[in-house]
């Protein structure tokens, strides 16, 4: 594709980086995922392919991410990071980056009797919400997440689990 031209399909290309041994959702769930949940990105993406990177890694690194990102010490699940800019060389609109921990979905996926990969999925939605602007702060917020996290999973073939 040629730099700043329109996509007429509207793509969304996804990067994928996995520092774990964890195996990830098929790529396939994965991109119709970040379709759906960056679909509101779109109008500022002008025509151009939306493009997200998705990193999964493990609970240390995980750790010292939050730490460095947001000042927490703590574990958390997904972390996302809004770019919103042109990539000219690349001819996309660069949504961002979606940081996932494979621990943190192991254990989540246990307690929730789901597999790993599905847990996984699920944070990447969330995060890729994140990068079109939804928000988690508030309850209100938190309903308004989970109700577009829930109507992703099921477009995915997959229900989400409270």
Same mark, same amino acid.
């Given at each position: 594709?040629?730099?700043?031209r329109a996509d007429p399909g509207g793509s969304v290309r ?26 509101? @990105? ?7 392919? @939306? ?104 477009? @995915? ?6």
């Amino acid at each position: 594709m040629v730099p700043g031209r329109a996509d007429p399909g509207g793509s969304v290309r996804v990067a994928v980086i996995n520092h774990t041994r964890v195996k990830l959702p098929a790529r396939s769930l994965l991109v119709r995922g970040a379709e759906q949940a960056l679909a509101g @990105l779109r109008r500022r993406a002008r025509g151009r392919p @939306l493009a997200a990177t998705l990193v999964c890694v493990g609970e240390r690194r995980m750790k010292d991410y939050n730490r460095r990102f947001t000042g927490r010490s703590e574990l958390t699940d997904v972390l996302a990071f809004f770019e919103g800019e042109v990539d000219r060389e690349e001819g996309t609109y660069r949504a961002g980056d979606v940081i996932v921990c494979s621990e943190a979905a192991r254990r989540q996926a246990r307690a929730r009797g789901i597999r790993v990969s599905d847990e996984l999925l699920l944070y990447a939605v969330h995060g890729w919400l994140h990068l079109a602007g939804y928000r988690d702060a508030t309850s209100a917020q938190r309903a308004g997440m989970v109700d577009a996290e829930r109507c992703i999973m099921n477009k @995915l073939g997959l229900r989400r689990t409270d």
